[in-house]
């Protein structure tokens, strides 16, 4: 069975840095473009980062870019995603999540709705930005 296990959230001041890490299993990690999304109280999933196969390709929501990176580690089977001055309105549960291709690229281009019904998702991980 495929499990992602995500870790790294927690309670922080604006401006302040938190990583998240999210370990797989149960699949070939290493052949598979992995997600995280996110979703603040009370409003819609958003996706926030993706990365290909490789760790080469990667895309960023607007909202984010500039100050989260998205990275990988193939031979732990893990994905990271390092946040850099946060804002409250990052407060949110941060997934994991493996999207099948081609649906995971028709999401990030907005051609596909965004639903927990679709791919592989984490337990999810509590991020709080406030002061």
């Known amino acids: 069975d495929v499990n992602l296990v995500e870790s790294g959230g927690g309670l922080v001041q604006p401006g302040e840095s938190l990583t998240l890490s999210c370990v797989a299993s149960?699949?070939?990690?290493?052949?598979?473009?992995m997600y995280w999304v996110r979703q603040a109280p009370g409003k819609e999933l958003e996706w926030v980062s993706a990365?290909?196969?490789?760790?080469?390709?990667?895309y960023y929501a607007d909202s984010v870019k500039g100050r989260f990176t998205i990275s990988r580690d193939n031979a732990k089977n893990t994905m990271y995603l390092q946040m850099n001055r946060l804002k409250p309105e990052d407060t949110a549960v941060y997934f994991c999540?493996?999207?099948?291709?081609?649906?995971?690229?028709?999401?990030?281009?907005?051609?596909?709705?965004?639903?927990?019904?679709?791919?592989?998702w984490g337990q999810g991980t509590q991020v709080t930005v406030s002061s």
């Open positions: 999540v493996r999207f099948p291709q081609p649906g995971g690229m028709a999401i990030l281009q907005g051609r596909k709705s965004l639903g927990r019904d679709f791919g592989d």
């Open positions: 149960g699949f070939d990690f290493s052949t598979e473009w």
């Open positions: 990365l290909n196969d490789g760790g080469t390709n990667r």
